[in-house]
């Protein structure tokens, strides 16, 4: 298991992002190819969850379009994502906020959590 | 024919130069040493036998300590034979670059095992009749076994319950993704016999 561990970051391109948490809402910029040109999307929304460690870690992002969710999994590397913005902190109580599926509106806020620096 | 001795490290996934997520096993592979060389004179075939990992002394019988040191090697727990390597010699080294980034290759391994399980497991089965309307412990049945008084018998090879897994199956044409020699790492895509840290044969 270490072994992978360490042979993972050969592997893969591990790639830095900014702290990102569940209950975050981000802008994920992303590569599109169309035939043979690309350009950039952006998905904006909600982290859901963060999945798995090292190499192949995963993220679930949320937004609602229109009145239907919408639900992306990104792997932490993938080499198409340009660059990844954190808008807002939120101050959820759990890792994975499914409950977030089931609401709508008004009661789909998250309460946005205050970040103290440590001097 | 090319062949390797190694060992399950387990699973990853990287990407490829188009940006595709592609599931891989890790194998740790050799460096084995060939044991002994298969002759047609003497053997009556031609043949390689290679072996791979350590094995304590005390765990070796007298005639297999014999067997190392006519190769001045140490005693390996696994020997293969494999078809005749381009001029093998006896004790050399063969190691992860006989292979290229791009082979196809075929693993051999020892599935992991399952234990006595029933024909919905072993087979695919999708056992017999529904589950409420007053059925009973028919979900998981094989169902009928054979016909009447012609043939009044079981035919041999009918699919039914037993040991699954543990016993060899080989994964053929699985691509060599990377390797990683200084390491000892082949990289393959996609899945392959056995349990981590089970030993696998790979052929080319």
């Keep these: 298991m270490d072994l992978i561990k360490e042979l993972q970051s050969e592997l893969v391109e591990m790639k830095e992002w900014p702290d990102f948490k569940s209950g975050d809402t981000c802008v994920v910029t992303y590569k599109i190819k169309e035939g043979d040109k690309e350009r950039l999307q952006s998905f904006q929304g909600v982290i859901i969850q963060r999945k798995g460690s090292g190499a192949t870690e995963t993220f679930t992002i949320r937004k609602m379009s229109g009145n239907i969710g919408v639900e992306r999994v990104f792997p932490i590397n993938d080499p198409f994502i340009e660059t990844i913005e954190v808008v807002k902190h939120g101050a959820v109580r759990r890792a994975r906020i499914y409950y977030l599926r089931e609401r709508k509106g008004k009661a789909a806020r998250i309460k946005e959590r205050r970040r103290f620096t440590k001097a | ?204």
């Design chain 2, 1 to 204: 024919m090319a062949g390797i001795i190694g060992k399950k490290i387990g699973m990853t996934s990287i990407f490829s130069a188009d940006g595709k997520n592609v599931p891989c096993t890790l194998i740790e592979a050799g460096p084995c040493v060939v044991t002994q060389v298969k002759t047609l004179e003497k053997d009556g075939y031609e043949a390689v036998q290679v072996g791979f990992g350590e094995r304590k002394d005390k765990h070796s019988t007298k005639a297999m300590m014999g067997h190392f040191k006519k190769a001045g090697t140490t005693p390996k727990r696994k020997l293969v034979e494999f078809p005749i390597y381009n001029d093998a010699k006896l004790g050399d080294e063969i190691t992860v670059e006989a292979f290229e980034e791009g082979d196809f290759v075929d693993v051999a391994g020892t599935s992991k095992g399952k234990g006595f399980q029933g024909v919905v497991k072993r087979h695919g089965f999708a056992g017999v009749g529904d589950a409420t309307h007053g059925q009973h412990n028919r979900m998981r049945a094989p169902g009928s076994v054979g016909a009447a008084s012609y043939p009044a018998r079981v035919f041999k090879g009918m699919k039914m319950a037993g040991q699954t897994g543990n016993k060899r199956v080989t994964a053929i044409n699985l691509e060599v993704v990377k390797i990683c020699a200084e390491m000892n790492i082949v990289v393959i895509k996609g899945s392959i016999p056995g349990g981590k840290v089970s030993i696998v044969v790979l052929g080319k």
